[in-house]
């Protein structure tokens, strides 16, 4: 049971996360090409409705659509219960696509209006062999957090804009480990973004912007050792502080990025789950038995990047960027099978092509993983996975804006 709802709250996406724990920010491949340095306040695309509301009067009328491709391959080695029968080495190989849309509209000189979709959570892996050595651990994992979100900029004076999105977030998950498969869902919950960007100089700006917590609701159908039934639990998703400045300076721009989120809020998970009572009652157990209580007990993160581009001409941006993430797991032995967090390395590059009102932006990366070991207990069935990770991932994206 602690690996079917450990981690139902959040696209897609990852162990592939990027931003510490299960977070993302692949939603704007402009600023991945700068390692997400001045997200919100540089202003080539339109993601600061995700990023910086303020940031929205930087563009004028406009769209988005784009994607982003994680490709993530982690080697665990290791044994279950130090038992050299139940040893040797398995394999994480996941890809996601993970998708995005934006547009605006300015109303007059101060007020701005927009609207998008992005994923800022999520997370997906996937053991190749099912019947691996810690397959009572977790064998597949599938969660993504979706934000519908509304929003608007408003210039109080020429040198500072105040902005603001609200968002509806709609969560979906899938686990399975030997024996047991739960899928999951959500009442949708609300959250928002508040952001200010200030201009000292006409190319110098600075961001600051703080996203909401969300409470998700989670319950879903869960079948466990040929038992139906319903699980259910209470997921808080972490506010993050996020802290941004841009200065141009002839063909260069200089971009710089800091973002506190705080994952300690991921402390316990309370789980209600009828099919785990029943198998217990069924298996010689008291019915008066307590529904169990996980502990997770991560801790705050800090991501702090910087990134460059370079404006060769008129129609064609160079970028690069690099950014340290820290890992929200704070020991071995709440490092689970299903998310194998750890401190990493982000490099970046990318580049855009302008031809007419449209604009064609292209981005790589690849994150260095710090390895990381593990002596998780389960509390379902009370073996220990122990080994070290070895993880790394590739990132692509594309987009196509077209400004009115």
Not at 9 to 27: D, H, V
Not at 42 to 66: E, R
Not at 239 to 256: P, T
Not at 336 to 354: F, K, N
Request: net charge positive; hydrophobic share 35%; with cysteine.
């Amino acid at each position: 049971m602690k690996k079917l709802l450990t981690f139902t709250a959040f696209l897609l996406t990852a162990s592939l996360a990027n931003a510490g724990g299960y977070q993302l920010q692949e939603y704007s491949t402009t600023n991945m090409g700068r390692a997400f340095a001045g997200a919100g306040v540089v202003g080539d695309d339109y993601s600061a409705i995700a990023f910086n509301p303020a940031g929205m009067d930087l563009k004028n009328d406009g769209l988005q659509i784009g994607t982003s491709w994680l490709s993530m391959r982690s080697v665990l080695t290791g044994n279950l219960d130090n038992n050299p029968a139940k040893s040797g080495q398995s394999e994480i190989r996941t890809n996601k696509i993970i998708p995005h849309f934006f547009g605006q509209k300015r109303i007059n000189e101060r007020w701005t209006l927009g609207a998008g979709y992005y994923v800022p959570f999520g997370m997906a892996t996937y053991y190749k062999n099912k019947n691996w050595f810690g397959a009572s651990h977790a064998i597949n994992t599938e969660i993504t957090a979706m934000d519908f979100a509304v929003s608007s900029s408003y210039k109080i004076m020429d040198n500072l804009v105040v902005g603001a999105s609200v968002f509806a977030e709609y969560l979906e998950a899938r686990l399975t480990n030997t024996g047991s498969d739960m899928n999951a869902h959500d009442n949708t919950a609300p959250g928002y973004i508040l952001g200010v960007m200030y201009k000292p100089f006409e190319d110098t700006r600075f961001g600051v912007a703080y996203r909401s917590r969300t409470i998700h609701k989670i319950s879903g159908p869960h079948y466990l050792q040929g038992i139906n039934g319903m699980d259910s639990t209470k997921l808080i998703l972490p506010e993050h502080v996020l802290l941004s400045a841009y200065h141009k300076m002839g063909k260069f721009g200089l971009s710089a990025m800091a973002r506190w989120t705080r994952w300690s809020r991921f402390d316990k998970l309370n789980i209600q789950s009828t099919a785990y009572n029943t198998y217990r009652i069924m298996n010689g157990a008291s019915s008066s038995y307590n529904t169990p209580t996980v502990d997770e007990d991560w801790k705050n993160a800090w991501m702090i990047g910087a990134g460059v581009d370079y404006y060769y001409c008129k129609n064609l941006t160079f970028r690069a960027g690099i950014a340290h993430d820290e890992g929200a797991v704070k020991r071995p032995r709440t490092r689970t099978a299903r998310v194998p967090d750890s401190d990493r390395w982000l490099g970046t590059i990318g580049a855009s092509y302008q031809k007419g009102n449209w604009q064609l932006d292209m981005s790589y990366g690849h994150m260095f993983w710090k390895n990381a070991r593990t002596n998780n207990k389960s509390s379902s069935n009370g073996t220990t996975l122990n080994g070290k990770y070895h993880t790394g991932l590739d990132l692509f994206g594309v987009s196509l804006q077209y400004n009115f």
